[in-house]
């Protein structure tokens, strides 16, 4: 491999990518069809492919750029596996470090409170989505934390594998089944992942998304009191009310 500096002073040439053959066949995985991808329509620069990747990070380590929509499996030194993702949409991007804490297959998805309430039609869900063919953590789901801190996030597959390349998920990195398949089969838990800032920058500290706003509730007025009406008294009787004589 060349001398990063190398490369970088324009002294020496980066080796081309080299796509993986066959990566995007059909399979079939837990007795579950995975069907075959049209290559050609998966733009090159997302396919899954070896690189090199100028990097101190240790081989074993996950770096997401989400401004590129690509994740790097780092195998070696200035070497990754490079994979086409999606990401977080406008207003759900994040940064920061995590560990991988957990690994699932064909992991169960449930949705929510906030994700139901922009969409009441994934109320069918509330108690868990099974895993399967439509299930929208596809075929793997990787799990992070921060400082044991679960956020939400997850590297998980997609049976949308037209929104890879695109800013079109939760914040969650979106990955082809084949793709979270083969990465998934390559990690053993505790991996350092790097998410970059929006320009593409190691990040110094974890950023969010800022919270959604939470609804408007209007005052509670509590209504005037009504005061029951007074009983008819009877008439008096004229006798008593007359003023008697001196």
Not at 27 to 36: E, L
Not at 135 to 162: C, F, K, Q, S
Request: proline share 16%; aromatic share 6%.
């Amino acid at each position: 491999m060349p001398d990063p500096k190398m490369v970088e002073a324009g002294l020496a040439k980066a080796p081309p990518p080299q796509e993986v053959d066959g990566a995007y066949l059909a399979t079939k995985d837990a007795n579950i069809d995975i069907p075959a991808l049209p290559v050609e329509e998966i733009p090159a620069q997302f396919r899954r492919q070896s690189v090199y990747f100028p990097t101190e990070e240790v081989p074993g380590t996950i770096i997401i750029n989400p401004s590129e929509r690509v994740l790097h499996y780092v195998t070696g030194k200035n070497q990754a596996i490079r994979y086409g993702i999606s990401v977080g949409r406008a207003g759900f991007e994040w940064s920061g470090t995590a560990i991988v804490s957990e690994k699932k297959p064909w992991p169960t998805w449930t949705p929510p409170p906030e994700m139901i309430a922009r969409d009441p039609k994934l109320a069918k869900w509330k108690d868990g989505q099974p895993g399967g063919p439509t299930n929208p953590l596809g075929a793997r789901a990787i799990y992070l934390t921060t400082n044991g801190v679960d956020y939400g996030y997850r590297i998980h597959g997609t049976p949308e594998w037209r929104s890879i390349g695109r800013n079109a998920s939760s914040g969650c990195i979106r990955m082809i089944n084949q793709d979270v398949i083969d990465l998934y089969s390559r990690i053993k838990g505790g991996e350092k992942v790097v998410v970059l800032t929006r320009d593409g920058q190691y990040p110094t500290r974890l950023v969010l998304p800022p919270p959604p706003p939470k609804p408007k509730v209007e005052p509670v007025v509590a209504p005037e009191p009504v005061m029951p009406p007074l009983p008819e008294l009877p008439p008096l009787d004229p006798e008593l009310v007359a003023p008697k004589p001196v």
